[in-house]
């Protein structure tokens, strides 16, 4: 999985300014679901601190591809921000950090691993930016 999230994030860096910043899993046998939540989340939140931020969390707005697209374009017209989309450990997201979230999206109602989740995020934006630019890639 890590080598197609390589593939999209390449992908991505070729049609927009694309970081990739990983904030290190809390090990599940160290404390309760909700206390690795917590520390998982205070580092996401120190790590996206100033950056518009959207969580993919399975209660989020379902969004099309052409919807996230348009989203996407929104911020590019907006002046030069950082966005951060994230995506929670194996044990979800901590509840500051979805509050944090200036959007909250999903996928659809599942729960995916937080590797295959990080996949399907980096081929939604590439395919949202290849929409935008009006690239073939999307048919």
Do not use: N
């Not at 999903?106 to 996949?119: K, N, S």
């Amino acid at each position: 999985m890590a080598e197609a999230a390589a593939d999209y994030e390449a992908r991505i860096v070729r049609l927009a300014k694309f970081d990739v910043v990983v904030v290190k899993d809390e090990p599940l046998d160290h404390g309760t679901a909700k206390e690795v939540r917590q520390r998982e989340g205070d580092r996401i939140l120190a790590a996206s601190g100033g950056w518009t931020t959207i969580a993919f969390d399975r209660c989020g707005e379902l969004l099309s591809s052409e919807q996230l697209a348009a989203r996407l374009q929104k911020f590019e017209e907006q002046p030069p921000q950082k966005t951060a989309f994230v995506i929670g450990g194996a044990e979800g997201l901590d509840q500051r950090v979805l509050d944090a979230s200036s959007q909250q999206l999903a996928f659809g109602r599942i729960t995916l691993p937080h590797q295959l989740a990080r996949v399907v995020v980096v081929e939604q934006v590439y395919r949202a930016l290849t929409i935008m630019r009006g690239l073939p890639y999307h048919r």
